[in-house]
């Protein structure tokens, strides 16, 4: 029997353990620091074992560890590298679905010389996006031609009947997750010239894209798109841009909200008692009026009929609401989260979305160019899985499975940018209605 490691039961997680206590002769721990929430993923299952672990206990992970054929990381980013030494030590295979980190790079000649498959970026967004784009490249390439210009997009969003809150967004995984990678710096190339976007620039660096069906959607750079002209083997490509996706209004407001200070990491004690309305005073640069909307519209050089001070106000931030975190150190940015996580939820009836969507230019030599798109859609369950938890965590739960089962196997460290990886991946997530719609007309 295989023994699967599920390290973190957050949102994503259960489609993942699931469909791995589907899988014939699997044995799955889900390790957790709430070991409830791992007892619920689990559900009595005969297979199934709910484990307490926290993450800072490295020797019970350790050992753990080693006790699995293969471990699946959901831990916070940077716990991923110290889960992989620790597969690399025991020669135990291990999946993430997130960004490759320098660390994690750096451990590649180690898990080949272990032989050793580290699997990461095998999500929806890195993952599905990855994936449903080589297949197209490396179609184009087959033919002879020569992607050009590469736009691909992805965004986790409310379904368009359940968009009824002002940010015109709730929160499928981590708020604090959300706003943080509002904080990123970003890059990309536009016609041969590289554009790099810093910090307080990336929600003014926006734009709007048309996707059938749903209308407009607001896009803004996502990260580091240069970096994956290697690992497409786009070398010399004119165009490569790689976007999330928001309703319009969230590009905008999160602007001002990381202008005024919101999304700021620094510690700070707040006194019992305190407001919303106090905290968001703590951010003037000039004596309160007493009207804290007001004064915020002149921080802000707003309007104060301005739809952003309308989203804030019903966020409850001008409230006299005591703040959820008293009397101990704690973030603005985790007062803003946290109030977020109260207000911007899917109720258990409603469904959310994931829109991902590439677009390509591809030239050839003795044929026309093309215009190539390719469209998911996928929708959440009512009071079942959101889409956001089965595109996340059923790729990773598909590569751990073909790892496991000899259907796959590359020691070392890789995303699955490799037509040996991603075609039975996306063939597995075809017969779970996770498919991508692909259209081919002549370019203009």
């Known amino acids: 029997m295989k023994k699967v490691l599920v390290l973190g039961a957050g949102m994503v997680s259960r489609p993942l353990v ?12 889900v390790a957790s620091r709430t070991v409830s929430k791992a007892e619920k993923l689990i559900d009595g299952h005969p297979d199934g074992t709910a484990l307490p672990l926290l993450a800072d206990d490295t020797d019970k992970l350790e050992k753990l560890v080693s006790e699995h054929d293969l471990s699946i990381s ?7 590298p110290v889960v992989a030494k620790m597969c690399i030590k025991h020669k135990k295979h291990m999946v993430t679905t997130s960004y490759v980190s ?9 898990a080949k010389d272990a032989g050793v498959m580290i699997l990461n ?12 784009a080589m297949r197209i490249i490396d179609d184009v390439k087959r033919r002879g031609g020569k992607v050009v210009s590469f736009k691909s997009y992805c965004g986790g969003l409310p379904a368009p009947d359940c968009n009824d809150n002002p940010f015109g967004y709730k929160f499928s995984w981590s708020p604090r997750a959300v706003c943080t990678a509002g904080k990123n710096p970003a890059c990309f190339r536009e016609n041969g010239k590289q554009i790099d976007v810093p910090r307080p620039e990336l929600f003014t660096t926006s734009h709007t894209v048309e996707v059938e069906g749903l209308g407009q959607l607001v896009a803004y750079p996502n990260r580091d798109s240069l970096g994956y ?28 909200i ?29 004596p309160p009026t007493g009207d804290i909307r007001k004064d915020i519209a002149a921080r802000l050089d707003l309007e104060e009929n301005s739809a952003i001070l309308d989203r804030l106000e019903w966020l409850g931030m001008f409230s006299d609401e005591t703040i ?18 109260q207000t911007m939820t899917y109720k258990p009836e409603e469904r959310d979305m994931i829109a991902l969507c590439h677009y390509f230019l591809a030239k050839f030599p003795n044929a026309a160019d093309e215009r190539i798109t390719s469209t998911l859609i996928d929708y959440g369950i009512p009071h079942g899985d959101s889409s956001m938890a089965r595109t996340v965590s059923l790729p990773a739960a598909i590569g751990a499975n073909l790892i496991l089962t000899g259907k796959i ?3 070392g460290v890789h995303v699955p940018v490799k037509p040996g990886i991603y075609n039975p991946v996306l063939d597995e997530l075809a017969t779970l209605d996770i498919k991508c719609v692909e259209k081919t007309m002549p370019a203009a």
């Open 229 to 256: 002209i290697d690992v497409y083997g786009l070398e010399g490509i004119e165009t490569m841009f790689r976007g999330t996706f928001r309703y319009p209004g969230w590009c905008e407001t999160l602007k001002k």
């Open 258 to 286: 990381a202008d005024l200070g919101m999304l700021d990491e620094t510690p700070i004690t707040y006194p019992a008692g305190t407001t919303y309305a106090q905290y968001m005073a703590k951010f003037l640069k000039t």
């Open 18 to 29: 699931r469909y791995l206590l589907d899988q014939p002769d699997f044995h799955v721990t």
């Open 102 to 110: 320098p660390a994690m790079k750096a451990l590649d000649a180690p």
């Open 121 to 132: 970026e095998i999500g929806v967004d890195p993952g599905i996006d990855h994936m449903s």
């Open 74 to 80: 959901l831990l916070p980013a940077p716990l991923h």
């Open 409 to 411: 196997m590359r020691p």
């Open 324 to 341: 959820a975190i008293t009397e101990t150190e704690t973030t603005p940015l985790d007062i803003l989260s946290a109030r977020m996580d």
